[in-house]
């Protein structure tokens, strides 16, 4: 089996991983977070959103943390921006690329963001055009692309559809995001090849949760069709406010220690992003979700 030679990860614990937490996580901590991650090497970092702080009121302090972060030459920050109303703010702090987020699922799409996957689409387009414009880069990521808390399995069709949504805008490249965690990898790589009907594989990254501990097989089974842009969450961090249960995304150190043991290249530090990781922990008061950071602190103490 050849796998690709170099994977590009995108740390979504700034944004995906803190979201849901209960307790306000002070926007000096985000920003240090993200200074962290840059230093371990991370050259994407999606970092907030611009969504309602009624319903997300973790992600209020979005313009304190664009801000605060010192940005570092060849780092791309994104963000999550629903809507016009969230574009428009998340312009003025400059973000590299946004990204809009729609469902394979419709009971999903209402949950999420409060409208069918039609007006998903028509709210999207109008988002899309103006970053285009500006020279903004634009990702799409595509929920429930396996299962949905709400309707159970989700048919490749349905993924399909979604792309050929997403692409019909000018989305420039999605996300496979297995939102609740139940995918296995041949159900993954079913809802990777129904994306691949509408996008490049250079235009397509494997968004994993680890509810039900698949998530690093189903990375696997996403290099072995040759995905190569792959996002999670350092110490495991998250779980969707919307999807009850799901566990957080698959930890960064987890996929950067399975990649680097296949002989392929990241440009992360590993034993720097553990500190990161346990840096986020600490402020938050738990351990990692990350079991290859609890090992390797494990055999730091002796
Ligand atoms: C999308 C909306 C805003 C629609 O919410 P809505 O209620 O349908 O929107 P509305 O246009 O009717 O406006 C209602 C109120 O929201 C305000 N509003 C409207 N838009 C914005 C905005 N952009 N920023 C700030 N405020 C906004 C608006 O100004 C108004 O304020 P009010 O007059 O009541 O004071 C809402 O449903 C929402 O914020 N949902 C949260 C979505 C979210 O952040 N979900 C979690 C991220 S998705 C995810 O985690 C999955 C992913 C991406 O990681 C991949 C995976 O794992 O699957």
């Not at 299962?147 to 048919?155: H, L, M, S, T, V």
């Not at 990692?288 to 055999?299: C, D, F, I, N, P």
């Amino acid at each position: 089996m050849s796998y690709p030679s170099r994977v590009q990860i995108i740390d979504v614990g700034p944004r995906d991983g803190l979201q849901n937490e209960k307790q306000p996580v002070p926007a000096a901590v985000k920003i240090e977070l993200v200074q962290r991650l840059q230093t371990a090497g991370l050259t994407e970092i999606e970092v907030t959103s611009y969504v309602s702080p009624k319903w997300v009121p973790q992600m209020a302090d979005n313009h304190a943390v664009m801000q605060g972060m010192a940005r570092q030459a060849g780092v791309r920050y994104s963000v999550l921006t629903p809507n016009l109303k969230g574009y428009e703010a998340a312009v003025l702090d400059q973000p590299d690329e946004i990204v809009v987020f729609g469902a394979a699922s419709e009971a999903f799409s209402q949950r999420n963001i409060n409208c069918s996957i039609a007006e998903s689409i028509e709210r999207f387009a109008p988002v899309v055009a103006a970053a285009k414009a500006a020279g903004i880069a634009v990702r799409g990521a595509m929920s429930c692309t396996v299962g949905c808390p709400y309707e159970g399995d989700i048919a490749p069709e349905r993924v399909a559809y979604l792309a050929g949504l997403m692409k019909g805008i000018g989305v420039e490249r999605v996300d496979v995001a297995d939102t609740i965690g139940v995918g296995t990898p041949r159900k993954v790589q079913a809802a990777i090849e129904a994306t691949l009907q509408h996008f490049g594989i250079n235009q397509v990254s494997g968004h994993f949760h680890d509810t039900y501990g698949q998530a690093l097989s189903n990375t696997l089974a996403s290099l072995e069709l040759g995905v190569w842009n792959f996002q999670s969450s350092v110490a495991g961090l998250g779980g969707c406010p919307y999807a009850k249960g799901a566990t957080g995304n698959v930890a960064t150190e987890d996929v950067v220690y399975l990649l680097h043991g296949l002989g392929i290249d990241t440009g992360i530090d590993l034993d720097a992003l553990v500190d990161a990781g346990q840096y986020i922990s600490e402020q938050l008061g738990r351990p990692s979700g990350s079991r290859v950071a609890r090992a390797l602190l494990a055999k730091r103490a002796g």
